[in-house]
């Protein structure tokens, strides 16, 4: 019986140009996604969002695999995002780190 090594796969760089997702309901976090160059398409209708990223943002699958695919969004300025896709509902859920602010004593 062989072992998995997951130091053997390798995750591949892929462009990201849009993403659909959830509205978002955070005004943090469309102001965030915006300041790094994203543009945000809401359609209430649709219960929906598109993400427009910047040109050279690359999207690489974050590894071990598990039931649902998650991935590191990487953006030209060096922000990172991560996704999941959630097979079942067939969508993906955007997760973004807070900025942290600087501040002075």
Do not use: W
């Not at 953006?75 to 991560?82: A, S, T, V």
Request: charged fraction near 25%; glycine fraction near 4%; hydrophobic fraction near 30%.
């Amino acid at each position: 019986m062989s072992e998995c090594n997951f130091a053997d796969l390798i995750a591949t760089q892929h462009p990201l140009r849009q993403l659909t997702i959830p509205p978002i309901e955070e005004e943090k976090g469309k102001e965030v996604l915006s300041k790094h160059g994203c543009r945000i398409e809401e359609y209430e209708h649709l219960q929906q969002c598109i993400i427009f990223f910047p040109e050279g943002t690359t999207k690489t699958e974050i590894f071990p695999r598990l039931t649902h695919p998650r991935y590191r969004i990487q953006l030209p300025d060096g922000y990172e995002l991560r996704e999941t896709y959630d097979r079942y509902q067939q969508i993906s859920i955007l997760f973004y780190p807070h900025e942290q602010q600087n501040t002075t004593l």
